[in-house]
């Protein structure tokens, strides 16, 4: 079986598992992603990296683990101005994968190429390539990296394909993340799937099949399928039924009491993190590659 058939299964059976998966996990698959990066990529190290709002590059996590330091030896964290991928996306605000070695002079020049040439060569660190989780409001990202063949179109390719389904993963965690675990027996008790949770969540929020379908990267489609399958194993009909029956059945939480300004959510990073991307500059050109 050729490798990029072997990942695209891989991928597919990962989404799966965490789409479908039952109720319960709070953790982020970090270690289960950064381990298909790797393979997908052949890369020699997976990072996440967040830019905070100092312009300042923090390696969150790195795979394997003690391959890179979350701190560089010297103990200065690097300026993130400094590195070309990090530049690219300040500039364009383009949310696709991109390739260390195509970022146009026009945004990292020879001077800022070198710079970051000289930090990241002692680390082994000569190609890399970004799938973005977060663009615009900060920059989060997972980066693989490796020290000798440089990536091709057939990575930039692949990267394009695994992109959706990393982003699908992040969107329901956010859902998710604050569901109580006193829920989760009631949940299991209905037989529902996480993304079904996920629906029946933003549903009850009050979301059209629209909205939920933006919010969780996927199809308006494939939401009504999933409020079919809700309908069903709740015994309802439409949907302020569903949400009556859930609310009745500890499937959902109370909404939570009015506090601050009506209608201003509190920010939640996309992903998991112990550092949160802060607010990044905004660029002062727009760059066309």
């Keep these: 079986m050729p490798r990029t058939t072997r990942c695209h299964a891989a991928w597919l059976q990962l989404v799966g598992d965490v789409l479908q998966g039952q109720p319960g996990a709070r953790e982020f698959p970090h270690a289960q992603v950064a381990d298909l990066l790797l393979e997908s990529f052949g890369a020699a190290c997976c990072s996440l990296n967040v830019v905070d709002d100092a312009w300042v590059d923090h390696v969150v996590a790195g795979w394997p683990a003690g391959f890179l330091p979350t701190t560089p030896p010297s103990g200065a964290l690097p300026d993130a101005t400094t590195h070309p991928l990090i530049r690219w996306y300040a500039v364009t605000g383009s949310a696709a994968p991109q390739i260390l070695g195509r970022v146009p002079r026009s945004v990292a020049g020879p001077r800022v190429c070198a710079e970051w040439s000289e930090f990241a060569r002692p680390f082994g660190i000569t190609h890399q390539l970004a799938l973005p989780l977060r663009v615009g409001a900060g920059v989060e990202a997972y980066v693989v990296s490796r020290p000798d063949d440089d990536y091709a179109d057939t990575d930039a390719e692949l990267a394009t394909l695994v992109l959706p389904a990393l982003a699908a993963l992040v969107r329901q965690h956010r859902v998710l993340r604050d569901v109580p675990e006193w829920q989760d027996d009631r949940v299991r008790d209905r037989r529902l799937t996480d993304r079904e949770l996920a629906v029946l969540t933003l549903l009850g929020a009050g979301l059209t099949a629209r909205a ?33 029956r859930a609310h009745d059945a500890g499937l959902l939480t109370p909404p939570a009491r009015p506090g601050g300004r009506r209608g201003t959510p509190a920010p939640v990073p996309p992903i998991p993190s112990p550092r949160s991307g802060g607010r990044l500059p905004a660029a002062p050109t727009s760059v066309t590659a």
Aim: aromatic share 4%; proline share 3%.
């Design 212 to 244: 939920i379908a933006r919010r969780l990267d996927t199809s308006p489609r494939t939401v009504h399928k999933h409020l079919e399958h809700l309908y069903r194993k709740l015994g309802v009909r439409d949907r302020l039924m569903a949400v009556q």
